[in-house]
């Protein structure tokens, strides 16, 4: 059973380009979750997707970025007209059901540098 | 102040000896995860744990509901055990990171 995937692991993108962050979870979870961390910071949560559903996107600055779970295919967090302060680690998890009761699996993460 | 708090921000310690991390929280959980993030930037789930204790291999970990606090024992220590360990509360959606423990163990 393959562990969470994501890819890109380094993706460079210069300021106003978009970035597309993908992960593929467990065989068998639904739910997705999405972390940044930016540098020399601690975790933070951004959004909590089951399939086509977005459940908690608190997390989520309020422009440019976006998340999606598609029934088919992976999860999927959209970064529009990125900018220096983007530049971070972005961490899935996924999980068979909520992180209040279900352990979380990690992926590698994707290092986004901005120049 | 932060919602969830870790002690200490580093430690350093030598091969063997008996680790203790801890975690406090101000908030209502429904559970407590212990991660463990290798210096290659790799995270990895521990512990989640709503009461009690729980063990595997050489970590244990331990939480007080009523004092909102949870330890990270780490007994006979070893250098691959140096990382950042992180806590995070869950309150059903609602989590919460500490800022993590940079434990570094010396052979």
């Known amino acids: 059973n393959a562990g969470v995937m994501q890819n890109p692991r380094h993706l460079v993108r210069r300021r106003g380009q978009e970035a597309r962050l993908r992960c593929s979870p467990m065989k068998g979870h639904s739910h997705v979750y999405w972390y940044r961390q930016l540098p020399e910071e601690g975790l933070k949560f951004m959004v909590y997707?089951?399939?086509?559903?977005?459940?908690?996107e608190s997390g989520m600055p309020k422009e440019r970025f976006s998340a999606e779970f598609p029934k088919e295919g992976p999860s999927i967090l959209r970064i529009q007209q990125v900018v220096r302060g983007d530049s971070a680690a972005y961490f899935c998890?996924?999980?068979?059901?909520?992180?209040?009761?279900?352990?979380?699996?990690f992926g590698p993460g994707t290092r986004l540098t901005v120049t | 102040k932060n919602e969830v708090e870790q002690s200490p921000q580093n430690l350093t310690a030598q091969e063997g000896e008996f680790i203790t991390i801890n975690c406090s929280y101000s908030v209502g959980i429904s559970a407590l995860h212990w991660l463990q993030q290798h210096p290659g930037g790799g995270i990895v789930s521990l512990f989640m744990l709503s009461s009690g204790k729980k063990k595997h291999g050489r970590l244990i970990a331990t939480i007080n509901i009523q004092e909102k606090h949870s330890s990270l024992h780490i007994t006979a220590s070893h250098p691959r055990d140096s990382a950042v360990y992180i806590c995070?509360?869950?309150?059903?959606?609602?989590?919460?990171f500490g800022a993590g423990t940079r434990l570094t163990v010396k052979p």
């Open positions: 995070a509360a869950y309150n059903n959606n609602d989590m919460r």
């Open positions: 997707l089951q399939k086509e559903n977005i459940i908690d």
């Open positions: 998890a996924s999980s068979p059901g909520q992180a209040a009761v279900y352990e979380q699996y």
